[in-house]
């Protein structure tokens, strides 16, 4: 991708939600890598900024019910 984040996700509490996030980023249009780690509350996601931006990134996954805001 050409541009990559890292986020803070909180309220992941079992290995489905890092499935379950996972999925549902890697649904949207212009996302290309996902990868959640439960271990340190954090997911690194690669995207064309072109199609979609971290705010509708960072939507998606408050709307799944975990919270979300840039790690850096
Ligand atoms: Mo596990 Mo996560 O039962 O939203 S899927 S807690």
Redesign the pocket.
């Known amino acids: 991708g050409d541009s990559k984040i890292d986020l803070l996700i909180g309220?992941?509490?079992?290995?489905?939600?890092?499935?379950?996030?996972e999925s549902h980023v890697m649904s949207l249009r212009g996302v290309e890598s996902c990868s959640v780690a439960l271990a340190t509350s954090s997911a690194t996601v690669e995207f064309s900024p072109t199609i979609i931006g971290p705010r509708d990134i960072i939507e998606r996954i408050q709307n799944?019910?975990?919270s979300a805001e840039l790690a850096s």
Not at 11 to 21: D, F, L, N, P, W
């Open positions: 309220g992941m509490t079992c290995a489905s939600c890092v499935h379950r996030i799944l019910g975990y």
